[in-house]
């Protein structure tokens, strides 16, 4: 069976490669001219040149394809927001248009938990968690983005993106959607998630913000997306999660990890959402990739429920937060990136 990746020489996408071949499939890895192929250095994978952005790059390689992972996506937009949206809304729209026209079987689009929105966890059911900030209400694959689009454009993007997909399953291609949360572990050379691993192990990181997500380690996530393939309901969702944790657990966690001090407060949520304009300001006139994006997320629990991916897919996760961070930092550190 020959399956297509998209994205295949990033994170997930490499990982997603490994997960295949050892499964017995072959692989044909879709990638730009312009692609560093270092993370799949080895593999006896088939490379294609193709680009999401451009439809007339996909057709030769959809040729003979009985799956297309879709995993191809645009994490990081800083000034360039309709970058974000060219390549994963226009980007998805081509490569299932074009898995249709080739009669490709099956597709898998790697969406995110980040199309879901955010949640809406009541004050009191805080208090009512004994302190832990821990919500009483997970979310699952029913919740509808909810969200200022200019406040996260990269979830905004990712649900517009899912709907890109309802409109070919109704027109007869076979896609399932997989949700994967926060991911962490060895390969993350763009230092997407790992970066907060990165900044704990310098020292940079004083505090914590208040909330919490869930993060999942690329092997789960990778596995997860073969059990989709096999078992995933057609134009439905399944969440990819791993393990739920507060950011001070997180960051806690890490700093044992890397051996340096752990931080034991946190910002107050008002004070990080009062510092997210003047971010967006400082993004938009000097050289620094950033913006205020997540800063405007502080204070909410990103938890996820599991249980339709354990139930379907028969998805289980294989490492804890400790696992992900211990291969995350100790790759970071083989790679001389710390």
Excluded at 76 to 90: A, F, H, I, K, P
Excluded at 153 to 163: F, I, S, T, V
């Amino acid at each position: 069976m020959l399956a297509l990746v998209t994205g295949s020489t990033g994170f997930l996408g490499s990982h997603l490669c490994r997960a295949l071949l050892n499964a017995g499939y072959q692989v044909r890895a879709l990638h730009r001219p312009t692609s560093s192929l270092t993370l799949l250095n080895g593999l006896p994978v088939e490379y294609a040149v193709g680009d999401i952005t451009q439809p007339g790059t996909l057709t030769t390689s959809m040729r003979g394809v009985d799956a297309v992972f879709h995993a191809a996506s645009k994490v990081s937009y800083w000034r360039d927001s309709n970058l974000m949206y060219d390549v994963t809304v226009g980007g998805t729209r081509n490569v299932l248009q074009a898995a249709m026209a080739a009669g490709v079987q099956r597709v898998v689009y790697t969406s995110s938990v980040a199309a879901l929105g955010v949640p809406e966890q009541p004050a009191w059911m805080v208090h009512l968690s004994k302190g832990t900030g821990a919500p009483l209400l997970l979310i699952n694959e029913t919740h509808v983005w909810n969200y200022r689009p200019q406040w996260w454009r990269y979830g905004h993007a990712k649900h517009l993106a899912e709907r890109e997909v309802q409109r070919v399953v109704a027109r007869g291609l076979d896609v399932v959607i997989v949700n994967p949360a926060t991911i962490l572990g060895p390969g993350d050379v763009n230092r997407i998630s790992g970066e907060i691993v990165i900044q704990v192990a310098k020292g940079i990181i004083p505090m914590a913000i208040p909330g919490g997500m869930n993060v999942i380690h690329v092997a789960d996530a990778a596995r997860g997306h073969l059990l989709a393939l096999e078992r995933g309901r057609t134009g439905e969702r399944h969440i990819l999660g791993g393990e739920n944790i507060t950011y001070l657990n997180l960051i806690q966690t890490t700093a044992e990890v890397t051996g340096v001090h752990a931080p034991k407060r946190m910002l107050p949520a008002w004070l990080v959402h009062a510092l997210a304009s003047p971010v967006d300001i400082l993004g938009s006139i000097t050289p620094l990739p950033i913006n205020g994006d997540l800063l405007r997320l502080a204070g909410l629990y990103f938890y996820y429920d599991t249980l339709k991916a354990e139930r379907i897919l028969g998805f289980t996760r294989a490492y804890s937060a400790r696992d992900m961070v211990q291969d995350t930092y100790e790759w970071y550190r083989k790679t001389g990136m710390i």
